[in-house]
């Protein structure tokens, strides 16, 4: 067919010149990351946040990274192990946290990354020390948690591995980790700005999706299968930053992929061209292997398949993320499978495997019906009952004049002290203490746009029983725009779930037989269909405030979450860090005593 404009391994320097090389960028490499470990398995990173000029598509741009590198470094530990990061706002004029998305942080609620729940903002020149231990294997990712920071390019991948010992329910030979996002050309701060809005100004439809940091805009790695396409070839010769990351195997073995979806926005689709997947993972507990020719993944989710390199040895082939569930206006993500037999540069012959259309929600509900929990002794089995049922209604209202993300018709709006002091020392000014809804009105037709739009704003925390089994029954509607029902990826804080069931239309009490009581998937994100319902269940047992929320960025800043609290007066003394500024900074400042 073609090849690839460029290959890495035929270059014009002699072979001690190219060892020279190597040995300079595994020592730059050592020091941006500044890791250092020891063998009781503790972990130590110091990190420096700052903004800096990349190409993460081929267009030089603005991207937040952490000592030099887009993504950030990689963090690999062990189930058990402890992690440390010093992490140092080099950032001029805006604060920063970083969330460790899946690490339920047992223990240790003030390392969350949570602005305005777990801590208050690192601001620019100070550091802050997030220390905590990873306790269950798995494929996780962190990401900024300040202001819409994930979309300028802050986040990274997170792998824990089995503890000493142990081993995985499955076997494999080698593995990968594919960190998927979503690039805009227009910077983070002039989507803030549209977003808060009068009327609110929408950015549009992402420029690139990014494999491992990388994308392509203007051009295709595909382009000589398209025709009369308006992409032509990339030439990627000398671009490192935007070239794709190929993921090199051998004949005849089974490889582990680990995808986890970072995105601001997308929700996608990923398929490897003449290959079948076997689905193992989700979230970091085990499921029930499952073959599948492509896989949906929603912002915040993060899967394991294997892979089974059985096919032609002799050529290479696609792998695509496509857009679902918005009418796509971002081309597919490709990079190259390459059978090491032959040239990676060497282009696949036939076309990159086709994305399902946008909208066919019934392929994604049929994916979504194949996840159950592998009877493993890392997944407790699920409570057959639950003390306390919460039913979100997810709609888009207005106030004055605003776009707002509303939950049971209030939106979300943080307050300056960190609900984990305010609620810890009793500062009842700090947040509002009205309860917020626990259901929406049952007149309330989710099928149609709101026929009042009106929506206020609230502070309010729900305030859950230390111990309590919850139920959480997220209900999806009709957007402002009659006909629109958008897909939402939740994502809980702090704890796992069970994911009982999925249904059609607004949620009644009869849904309750279709609940799986028996093998239900156990994760930490969730999505809900449009105009559907997603019933999960979870017991409230790590004392803390926690953040549940859906995961697509310009919806949670747009008030789209809610807060749960729960066995607060079990938590430990707090660093003062955390808690430096509003009430509770104040009372450091008057010498008042907080833990």
């Not at 402890?82 to 998305?101: R, Y």
């Not at 076997?278 to 292997?289: H, K, R």
């Not at 917020?436 to 305030?463: A, R, W």
């Amino acid at each position: 067919m073609g090849t690839l404009t460029y290959n890495f391994l035929v270059e014009p320097f002699s072979r001690s010149f190219k060892r020279l090389i190597i040995w300079y960028i595994l020592l730059y490499m050592i020091q941006c990351s500044s890791a250092t470990s020891n063998k009781t398995g503790n972990h130590f990173y110091k990190w420096e946040v700052e903004y800096m000029y990349w190409s993460p598509d081929g267009i030089e741009n603005v991207v937040m990274g952490i000592n030099g590198q887009f993504p950030g470094p990689t963090i690999r530990a062990r189930a058990g192990d402890i992690v440390h990061v010093q992490l140092t706002n080099k950032l001029h004029t805006e604060g920063v946290v970083i969330h460790w998305h899946g690490i339920r942080q047992k223990g240790t609620p003030w390392a969350d990354g949570t602005a305005s729940i777990s801590q208050c903002v690192i601001n620019p020149g100070e550091t802050f020390d997030y220390r905590f231990t990873v306790d269950r294997a798995g494929t996780y990712f962190y990401h900024g948690h300040y202001g819409m920071q994930r979309s300028a390019g802050l986040y990274g991948s997170m792998i824990v591995d089995v503890a000493e010992g142990e081993k995985e329910p499955f076997h494999y030979d080698d593995e990968f980790d594919l960190l998927v996002s979503d690039w805009w050309h227009k910077s983070v701060h002039h989507q803030e700005v549209g977003l808060s809005s009068r009327p609110m100004r929408w950015i549009n439809e992402p420029q690139a999706l990014l494999i491992n940091g990388r994308g392509q805009y203007g051009c295709s790695l595909a382009a000589d299968h398209y025709g009369n396409s308006s992409f032509s070839q990339c030439n990627i010769t000398g671009h490192e930053q935007w070239a794709p990351y190929i993921l090199h195997v051998d004949p005849n073995k089974t490889y582990r992929i680990r995808i986890a979806s970072t995105t601001a926005l997308a929700s996608l689709n990923l398929a490897i061209g003449n290959h079948k997947m076997m689905v193992v993972e989700a979230d970091g507990n085990y499921l029930q292997p499952f073959e599948t020719n492509d896989l949906d993944i929603y912002s915040g989710e993060s899967y394991s398949v294997l892979l089974k390199t059985s096919q032609d040895s002799s050529q290479n082939y696609w792998i695509s993320f496509g857009v679902r569930g918005r009418e796509p206006h971002t081309p597919q993500a490709l990079t190259i499978l390459n059978y090491k037999t032959n040239s990676a540069s060497k282009l696949p012959l036939s076309p990159p495997p086709v994305t399902p259309r946008w909208d066919d929600y019934a392929h994604s509900k049929a994916f979504s019906n194949k996840i159950k929990a592998l009877d493993h002794k890392s997944i407790p089995k699920p409570s057959q009952t639950y003390h306390r049922r919460i039913v979100l209604l997810n709609t888009q209202n207005k106030m004055n004049g605003y776009t707002k993300w509303s939950i049971n018709n209030v939106s979300l709006s943080l307050p300056t002290t960190p609900y984990l002091g305010s609620i810890r020392f009793g500062l009842r000014d700090a947040f509002d203490q009205t309860k917020p809804p626990e259901d929406f009105p049952g007149h309330y037709d989710v099928m149609k746009p709101p026929v009042n739009p009106n929506t206020t704003t609230g502070s309010g925390v729900y305030m859950l029983g230390y111990y309590s089994t919850v139920d959480v029954i997220l209900q999806n509607a009709n957007a402002l725009t009659e006909n629109v029902s958008e897909i939402h990826p939740w994502h809980l804080h702090g704890h796992d779930f069970w994911v009982l069931g999925y249904g059609e239309g607004k949620f009644t009490k009869s849904d309750e037989k279709k609940f799986n009581l028996k093998n239900p998937p156990y994760r930490n994100t969730a999505v809900i269909f449009p105009y559907g319902w997603t019933a999960l269940r979870f017991v409230a047992d790590n004392p803390g405030v926690w953040a549940f929320h859906c995961h697509i960025e310009p919806h949670l800043h747009l008030g789209m979450g809610v807060v749960f609290a729960e066995g607060v007066q079990h938590v430990a003394k707090i660093p003062k860090e955390a808690l430096s500024c509003g009430l509770t900074g104040k009372r450091f400042m008057t010498g008042s005593h907080l833990g």
